[in-house]
Antibody
């Protein structure tokens, strides 16, 4: 089964950017549908966007449109999520999640904690 | 788009059955059969329980089942066990090719 391994925790200042990675183990990222989901402390899950790895097509949540960019490097079996102009409200655990189908996500990364602090 | 609506909490005793509701709109649950349910234990990543309204991934016990009627979906857990105590989230694909989550339901096994 595919496993997703995410990069380590980040601490950023307001206004900065963060770029997180999500690497697949054992299988290729080709023909994969990768989503990013975040969870603020004590809150529920929030979908951020998806990317289809074979053609790079993306769709983003309206709330963060213009601040988020999803990319992949299939040669490195790695997906990336970059979020710019960070505010305190972006403090959350960020998950990559995906599978062969777009509409449900059978594999999740372990999560990356991003803290925005002055 | 607003989040899907779930009850904040439900509870049940071991062996009992509980149902968690998830209410949406014609722009999400009412249009697509792409409703999924995820289970999340504290400090852990979510786990897929149900997809496409009522399908279970391999390894998920058949105590977990899903259904949908109109703009609402539901997750039923029968034969409650202590390890079922967790947060449960519904999600649906939408007419904007995006996804909406419910606010989550905390299940307490008494």
């Amino acid at each position: 089964q595919v496993q997703l391994v995410q990069s380590g925790a980040e601490v950023k200042s307001p206004g900065a950017s963060v770029k997180l990675s999500c690497r697949t183990s054992r299988y290729s990222l080709v023909n994969y549908r990768m989503n990013w989901v975040r969870q603020a402390p004590g809150h529920g899950l929030e979908w951020m966007g998806w990317i289809i790895t074979e053609n790079g097509n993306t769709n983003y949540a309206q709330k963060i449109q213009g601040r988020v960019l999803l990319t992949t490097d299939t040669s490195a079996n790695t997906a990336y999520m970059e979020l710019t102009t960070l505010t305190f409200d972006d403090t959350a655990v960020y998950y990559c999640a995906g599978g062969q189908k777009l509409h449900h996500w059978d594999t999740w990364g372990q999560g990356t904690r991003v803290t925005v602090s002055s | 788009q607003s989040a899907l609506t779930q009850p904040a909490s439900v509870s049940g005793s071991p062996g009992q059955s509980i149902t968690i509701s998830c209410s949406g709109s014609i722009f999400d649950i009412g249009t697509y059969n792409f409703v999924s349910w995820y289970q999340q234990h504290p400090g852990k990543a979510p786990k897929l329980l149900i997809y496409d309204v009522n399908s279970r991934p391999s390894g998920v016990p058949n105590r977990f089942s899903g259904s949908k009627s109109g703009i609402a979906a539901s997750l039923t857990i029968s034969g409650l066990q202590a390890e079922d105590e967790a947060d449960y989230f519904c999600t649906s694909y939408t007419t904007s090719a995006s996804f909406l989550f419910g606010g989550g339901t905390r299940l307490t096994v008494l």
